[in-house]
């Protein structure tokens, strides 16, 4: 039950209930598809972005509480930054969530993400939550899809 | 007669804890648990008794050859097939289905044609089909199922026409656990001289099946989900279709005569089985048959009846929980929505308390589409389930409920 | 290392007796036998892990999935394909040759084109392009051998040209036991960009296989010739090829997005591998693979290349016999002739004294005609033989003799 | 080595050695093929017949000394008969290698086929034996395929 209650957290609950940012972003300068064809949890990530800043960014998600609480905290910690922060921000997300050892949580660098760390024990859940950021990382390279496989 | 208390113990695998609670295994669409005795024949066929089958004068071949034989009688009989040469072996009911749309429906079909499924097929019996139609340029076209996730009988008729070559349907939905009325259907198609196919990947584990009375051409299934071994399925096919049919695969033991000059082909079974088939996989499917044949299906219709029974009165009184596919007729497969709780999250609450269900489309994305939902969560019993397991996943079901506050 | 001389007490199936007499298995070729490793596993898995894998949450689905997953790298990595996408799993060399001409070959091939093969092909690799030419209207080219049963490089230069488009041979010869010089023949078919499959269904239970070293496009194999359980085979393909080919079968798992309105189809290996697959048999093979590896191809060879030194001089002891297949790079294969004693005949009289070998075509009827034969007796070997089953070969052999006062 | 003698007799190694009427009948009045796909074996059985009475028979036989045997034992059998007794011995030659019970031999009704009553314990042997037979009743029916399977 503990670990569950890890997952399922207030925090990510709030986010899946009422997700930020879910809107589509008009006019935006890019956008990518994340898609699991194992789950079928499906979102948009939309950008508004100049070569080096990320101005504002939008997820809109059909899928679990854990993709959407991602998608939706990602919007909140990656607005409004250096596209080389929002680079080192991406990989540090991959690794909280994926690396191959404990993570130590910086709540300051990790923010509302940390909440998302539950998901390690639950291995058929971590491409949910890692689905948002890979969308993100299309989405600033200009491809339109991403999936998590 | 066996008691149903003891059945679980035919089944090792049960007798185990996932997340520190006893495993309540409910995904038994996705793949059925063997029995002991099937596990034990598949090794015992390896340990003792394995060789190659087909043109071996020793011993073991010989012997090989002979069990592998006595399977396909076993599997014949099992469905009533009216002889041993119109079972062919395959991987499972999806190699089975492609076979069908190679080695018939791309002969048999013409630009403008159209090919009958439903709106609830798995997708084993749709991408075949829309592979066959776009190499033939025939449509594929499905016929209506109602709310409840019944076959829409004036539909179907509606859909038959000059142009229909083939139909192709779910005996039992895996998604939905409903039962077709295929008898009736088969024989309207019939009358029209449509040749129909029969996905009974659902179906033979729940109820007998006698492709005779049922009046089709082809009718597939797979081991796996039948208490058997996995990488083994049967094709069915009436012989005088069969032995009209061109190969599907080429190679060993299903030539007459090689040359570089031209190749002749066997007869059926042995026309569709090219290459060194699954042997053990043969041999353990006719333990399994066996063993259901034992068991009964009397008793195997009673055990499941109640447990349907049961679990849909239980999911019922949970207030979010909606029961997705309420038709009259039903095998124990309950798919179901709660509200703002995802399927995959309700999968995930549920395997910490050890019990396995399944979240997703179930291969069903068109059905999907027409109940106007993603994903849905699914528990599918057997005859080894009891009302305990299902008093489990009531309680479970409630805790979901408290935590997405439905 | 291992001692040679308990090799065999890995492998239960040998300590029995056929007809009175300890059983001395030569029928390698047909089908290996299984170390207990690889059958305990498949029974472990069966009684205690089995679930569908893909799709599932639960914690059975899950590890069986990662199980799954883990026999396709250990795969890729014997074979040292490039990445674990580059292995497919089908039912046995056999399929893999028939989804390549298919995927493959038919979408390449035009009327005209030409398909080279070699004379020594088994009916696996000669029968699926036949298939293929007459859809396309290309055609089977076969390159000659010699005598002893080596391809004759002059005539395969001389059978290249402008329309070959594929070229597809045999790595080493099931009825021959002939390595072939498969590299240097990929490198004057890659310089003139052919792709190439290489059929290694007898090369990988005797000789290291590196697909990257060797060059070819595809390489094919059976579980069930590699120690592995049967029903279960790999395809490897380069990624660039694969990622480019139309899918094979279609249904569940191979698909992306499935609608009426079309479907899309998921990357490699995924792709090509429709419906539920042989789990238990790519868990097991995964077991076989290990158990090789832990052996180590040094010794396998070490062993094998003095057993056929061995039974190569003790049949030609015997005056009547003309061994079939005297090329200079060899498995420890031995056909044979007898001058009147028809295979059949000898087989019989083998098994009486317990000793298993293979008579007939060997799925290889242009190779018997090129080499004027209709049939041979065949004694294929693996690392588990030993001298003394040569020597009770020996003595057998020599009471045919009497008998058939040859 | 008791049944491998059995199988193997003097009289079976003579047939297959020096098989009589062996060459193709000319001029016949049909012929079938057998074939056994599974080892291989090829025959051919001629016959000249009335339609009552079957004058005379031959067997060309491409495969083991079983079927060799069988063939050219078959041809001294069924020459010079009505067809009608040419059927029943037929059957009762079916009978005689296939049959459920140890069949009872008599010398006179089964004559040099009794020799080959010993391929009943060599059950992958069988089809050797009857190839020929079947191949007969093919070839007095009109037939001209036969195949044992
Ligand atoms: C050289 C070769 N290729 C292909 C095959 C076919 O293998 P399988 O029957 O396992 O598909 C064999 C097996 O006999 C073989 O020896
Ligand atoms: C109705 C139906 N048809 C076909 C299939 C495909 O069976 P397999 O994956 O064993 O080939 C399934 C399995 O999920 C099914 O439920």
Known sequence: ?149 | MKKASTLRDDFPILNQEVNGKPLIYLDNAATTQKPKVVIDRVSSFLSEENANIHRGVHHLSMNATKAYDQARSAVAKFINANSDNEIIFVRGATEAINLVANSFGKSLLEKGDEILVTEMEHHANIVPWQLVARETGAKVIPIAITDHGEIDLNDFESKINKRTKIASFIHVSNALGTINPAKRMIQILKAKDIPVLLDGAQAVAHQAVNVQDLGCDFYVFSSHKLFGPDGMGVLYGRNELLSKMSPYQGGGDMIEVVSFDGTTFREPPERFEAGTPNISGAIGLKEAIDYINDLGWDTIEKIESSLLKYCTEKLSSIPSLKIIGTAQKKVPVLSFTMGSAHPHDIATILDSKGIAVRAGHHCAQPLMKRLGVSATTRASLSFYNNVEEIDQLGEALEQVSKIFEN
Not at chain 1, 19 to 39: H, K, M
Not at chain 1, 133 to 144: F, M, R, V
Request: glycine share 6%; with cysteine; charged share 30%.
């Open chain 1, 1 to 149: 039950m503990d670990d569950l209650s890890d997952l399922y957290q207030e925090i990510i609950l709030s986010h899946n209930k009422r997700p930020r940012n879910s809107d589509p972003l008009d006019p935006s300068t890019g956008q990518a598809e994340g898609f699991n064809p194992l789950c079928g949890d499906k979102l948009t990530v939309y950008v508004r972005n100049s070569e080096n800043f990320l101005e504002t960014v939008s997820c809109d998600t059909d899928g679990c509480a854990i993709s959407r609480a991602s998608g939706s905290i990602m919007t909140t910690m990656v607005a409004n930054k250096e596209i080389i922060e929002v680079e080192k921000l991406i990989e540090d997300t991959k690794l909280l969530l994926t690396g191959e050892d404990e993570p130590e949580v910086d709540l300051i660098e990790h923010g509302d993400m940390a909440a998302l760390i539950g998901v390690r024990k639950f291995p058929a859940r971590i491409k949910c939550a890692t689905l948002a950021w890979h969308a993100l990382e299309s989405a600033l390279k200009g491809n339109n899809e991403a999936t998590t496989e």
